[in-house]
């Protein structure tokens, strides 16, 4: 896991694994509600620039008058500020400047989630510059960082959404390519490794159960090939209500009837 230097870091931030908050490696933040941790969690993806008032407002009191939600917003402030404090932070962790809000810039903080999409844009830098080794190093980090969807238990909150969908997206995205340059390498078992992981987060991607299919061939082990077809079939059917592609169900012809012969990659 690459941080910065531990003596500069104050609080750390797990957003791709359930969410905490600790203090160095040691104490985690005891949040005394869920509307306080759910500020912090914003303002932690926000923190490239202050957030007016009206818009946390907004977000996390849409349906109350003004009032009442500035009256929310000060009291979850303020018992965000305690709980910082309480587990160890001599600042006010959140500061107020012009009707917006912003973590503390005194305070230093590692996300996991930052270090994930800086890792991703690095490797796949690599990728499309031609250093594939390199590439796989660096997203190799990347990828073990994304224990879980971003703010995965954040379920119900929509401002969540569209960066969980940005993060999932740079996920699959590398992991393709992790997928598709194990198995052009003949590392059919590194292959079935990180293809498992991305299914992990989206099961009904075809091009991911075919690579597992022509892997686990390749591996001798045609039953686990055959058992992905139906593992595919089954999560299409639940989650889309379709059935499998023809690209899939030919493959799974061909491995059934043990017609494929050496190495077939995906282009």
Known sequence: MERQDASTIALVAF??????????DDGMVAWPGGRTRSIFAYLIAHRQRPVARDVLMATFWPEHEAQAAR??????????????????????????QD???ALDPGIALWVDAEAFRDLADR??????????????????????????DYLADFRYEEWVRPLRETFRRAFLDMTHWMGREA???GNY???????????????????????LMRCYRLLGQ????????HACKEALARELG???????????DAIRHRRLDGPSHAS
């Open 15 to 24: 957003l791709l694994s359930p969410y905490r908050v600790l203090v160095g």
């Open 71 to 96: 009256n929310n917003l000060n009291v979850s402030l303020c018992l965000l500020r305690k709980a910082i404090a309480a587990a160890g932070i001599d600042r006010p962790a959140v500061v107020h």
């Open 99 to 101: 009707g917006c809000y």
């Open 123 to 148: 490797g796949m830098r690599r990728a499309r510059d031609g250093d594939l080794g390199g590439a796989m190093n660096v997203l190799e980090s990347a990828a073990a960082l994304y224990e879980s």
């Open 183 to 185: 198995e052009r390498a």
């Open 189 to 211: 078992a590194g292959a079935v490794s990180i293809t498992l992981r991305a299914l992990a987060v989206d099961n009904c991607d075809e091009e991911l159960h075919c690579r």
């Open 222 to 229: 045609h039953h686990l090939a055959l058992r992905q077809f």
């Open 242 to 252: 379709t059935t499998p592609g023809l690209a899939i169900v030919r493959l799974h």
